[in-house]
């Protein structure tokens, strides 16, 4: 590979798993992750969603970085209109200290969730709209430059956690590339503005304290398997479920009423989101990727894997760092 790949974690629980074996999961392929070479993993911030174990993100980072030795480890991301800027540099203010160079915040302004879950939440419809001007309030606080007089965050101060604008639109590239942060492009579930939101932020990118030239990484979903068969087997199956996660409002489709939807205009937008996806033998996602890479202009991959069982999805990261000579990187 020509760029470094890192991993987007989504701590799945899967149909008779718990959230316990979920995160049991996400130890394992931490640990094997470091070994086999992968930059980094992220973790998600979703409230509300039963098949997705990292609502508490931070807490999450701690437990596996407490389990690993020196893979960076971060949000991809935390939605920060979810939250005061004070509480999450605390927070990751915390982790750096207890983790020193190792965490990563990624931030994103979506609720993360659904409208009756924002409101749970405490969340004010309205909130979205002041995220610039939070991204430099907890900037400003893991910096020791604290924007509000008299308030800093304790741990939190000084320690210049990394930030990382996410966005699946225009508006996060402009807001990165004003920022002078790097950013980070959801392609692996909105795939439509990813060549155009990249080339506005090259182009507008001013250079910052933290980033002295444009750094893009681009989600991309990939599933490798020792055979092309298998590959797609793992890939259909994904879709399915998708289709149950996003269109079932509380029940489970079998495998044949899924097919029908996927050939439906609602089916057709979830088969959208899988648009950027790397499918078969690991010589074969090598090959996508390296072409995903130059479409997208990256510096940096972050590939998101699923699968049906836990060992077909650990089985998936090592084939790829294996096909991408990442354990012979280290």
């Given at each position: 590979?020509?760029?470094?790949?890192?991993?987007?974690?989504?701590?799945?629980?899967?149909?008779?798993?718990?959230?316990?074996?979920?995160?049991?999961?996400?130890?394992?392929?931490?640990?094997?992750?470091?070994?086999?070479?992968?930059?980094?993993?992220?973790?998600?911030?979703?409230?509300?969603?039963?098949?997705?174990?990292?609502?508490?993100?931070?807490?999450?980072?701690?437990?596996?970085?407490?389990?690993?030795?020196?893979?960076?480890?971060?949000?991809?991301?935390?939605?920060?209109?979810?939250?005061?800027?004070?509480?999450?540099a605390?927070?990751f203010?915390?982790?750096?200290?207890?983790?020193p160079?190792?965490?990563?915040?990624?931030?994103?302004?979506?609720?993360?969730?659904?409208?009756?879950?924002?409101?749970?939440?405490?969340?004010?419809?309205?909130?979205?709209?002041?995220?610039?001007?939070?991204?430099?309030?907890?900037?400003g606080?893991?910096?020791?430059?604290?924007?509000?007089?008299?308030?800093?965050?304790?741990?939190?101060?000084?320690?210049?956690?990394?930030?990382?604008?996410?966005?699946?639109?225009?508006?996060?590239?402009?807001?990165?590339?004003?920022?002078?942060?790097?950013?980070?492009?959801a392609?692996?579930?909105?795939?439509?503005?990813?060549?155009?939101?990249?080339?506005?932020?090259?182009?507008?990118?001013?250079?910052?304290?933290?980033?002295?030239?444009?750094?893009?990484?681009?989600?991309?979903?990939v599933?490798?398997?020792?055979?092309?068969?298998?590959?797609?087997?793992?890939?259909?199956?994904?879709?399915?479920?998708?289709?149950?996660?996003?269109?079932?409002?509380?029940?489970?489709?079998?495998?044949?009423?899924?097919?029908?939807?996927?050939?439906?205009?609602?089916?057709?937008?979830?088969?959208?989101?899988?648009?950027?996806?790397?499918?078969?033998t690991?010589?074969?996602?090598?090959?996508?990727?390296?072409?995903?890479?130059?479409?997208?202009?990256?510096?940096?991959?972050?590939?998101?894997?699923?699968?049906?069982?836990?060992?077909a999805?650990?089985?998936?990261?090592e084939?790829?760092?294996?096909?991408?000579?990442?354990?012979?990187?280290?």
């Amino acid at each position: 590979m020509t760029v470094p790949l890192s991993i987007l974690d989504l701590a799945h629980i899967g149909e008779g798993v718990t959230a316990a074996d979920s995160f049991k999961a996400s130890v394992t392929l931490a640990q094997r992750a470091e070994e086999w070479g992968y930059r980094r993993i992220w973790y998600a911030e979703h409230h509300n969603m039963s098949t997705i174990a990292s609502s508490a993100t931070s807490v999450l980072i701690g437990h596996v970085a407490s389990q690993t030795k020196h893979i960076r480890l971060g949000a991809g991301g935390i939605m920060l209109p979810n939250h005061a800027p004070l509480t999450i540099a605390e927070q990751f203010g915390t982790l750096e200290t207890l983790h020193p160079g190792r965490i990563d915040l990624g931030l994103g302004r979506a609720p993360g969730s659904d409208q009756n879950t924002m409101r749970a939440l405490r969340r004010d419809p309205s909130s979205a709209e002041s995220f610039p001007q939070d991204v430099q309030e907890l900037q400003g606080y893991l910096a020791g430059e604290s924007l509000i007089p008299g308030v800093d965050a304790v741990p939190g101060t000084g320690t210049n956690v990394p930030l990382y604008i996410l966005g699946s639109s225009l508006f996060g590239a402009k807001l990165a590339a004003a920022l002078g942060l790097p950013y980070s492009f959801a392609s692996h579930f909105a795939p439509q503005a990813l060549e155009d939101a990249v080339a506005i932020y090259r182009r507008d990118f001013q250079p910052s304290k933290q980033l002295s030239e444009p750094y893009v990484i681009a989600g991309v979903n990939v599933i490798a398997a020792d055979t092309e068969e298998e590959a797609e087997a793992q890939f259909l199956a994904a879709k399915r479920r998708r289709v149950t996660q996003l269109l079932g409002r509380g029940r489970t489709f079998s495998d044949e009423e899924a097919d029908m939807i996927l050939q439906s205009p609602a089916g057709q937008q979830v088969l959208q989101m899988t648009t950027y996806s790397g499918v078969g033998t690991p010589g074969q996602v090598k090959d996508y990727l390296d072409w995903f890479t130059e479409r997208a202009q990256a510096d940096e991959l972050i590939v998101a894997s699923q699968t049906r069982t836990t060992e077909a999805w650990l089985r998936s990261y090592e084939l790829l760092a294996d096909v991408a000579g990442l354990s012979s990187a280290r």
